[in-house]
């Protein structure tokens, strides 16, 4: 794919300012310090577009990407960072959950999830609450560069044994920001999914 023509569009801490122009949104979900802006920039081959930090927990709203003008990425909020306050953490949690429950143009769900460690309790609420949704989901393992392929191959089986004990079936794809691998499957993915791209 060529070079994605994006720019940074609106950062949302209320639902009232959602975007309201019915472009299909791209959702990606992690936690803090999963690698969202580095995956983020890497498939929009923008360095530095979705900031970075090496402080977990920078992002702080729904911060929205137009892409192509033709539809948005969506960078949300990390969860699990316990330096933020509870008060924070369920004010950002309400807007989420009701955003990945209720929001109509929401495409899809990209669940990052860090290859290097067996899902946490965090992520499998994450699972928890896209089970029986009807948005579709599916999981990036992150920084799969950063380990063998043995290891990627046993990451990719403690994902599936976490989604099989929930009954779903959930695409799961390494991914590296660094190497490339995996953003071409991913791209597949979202083309097909929220434009309609076979």
């Known amino acids: 794919m060529k070079k ?20 299909p949104e791209v959702a990606f979900a992690g936690r803090s310090n999963v690698g969202k802006s580095s995956l983020l920039n890497a498939l929009l081959r923008a360095p530095g577009l979705a900031r970075t930090s090496s402080t ?12 192509n003008e033709q539809l948005y990425f969506v960078d949300l909020p990390g969860y699990g960072y316990a330096r933020t306050s509870q008060e924070e953490r369920r004010l950002w949690g309400r807007l989420i959950t009701r955003y990945l ?15 290097r460690h067996p899902p946490t309790p965090l992520d ?8 029986g949704q009807h948005v579709p989901y599916l999981i990036a393992l992150t920084k799969a560069d950063k380990v063998s392929g043995n290891r990627r191959a046993q990451a ?7 989604l099989q004990a929930r009954a779903m079936e959930v695409p799961i ?15 597949r993915w979202i083309e097909q999914v929220s434009l309609g791209k076979s």
Request: net charge neutral.
């Open 4 to 23: 994605p023509a994006a720019r940074f569009f609106r950062s949302v801490t209320r639902w009232e300012d959602l975007p309201d122009d019915g472009l």
């Open 56 to 67: 977990p927990g920078k992002t702080r709203q729904l911060n929205f990407f137009r892409v």
């Open 101 to 115: 429950q209720e929001r109509p143009t929401l495409a899809l769900v990209v669940h990052l999830i860090d290859s």
């Open 124 to 131: 499998e609420a994450m699972m928890d609450l896209m089970r």
């Open 156 to 162: 990719v089986r403690e994902v599936e044994r976490a």
């Open 173 to 187: 794809i390494p991914t590296s920001a660094h190497t490339g691998l995996g953003l071409r499957d991913l791209w």
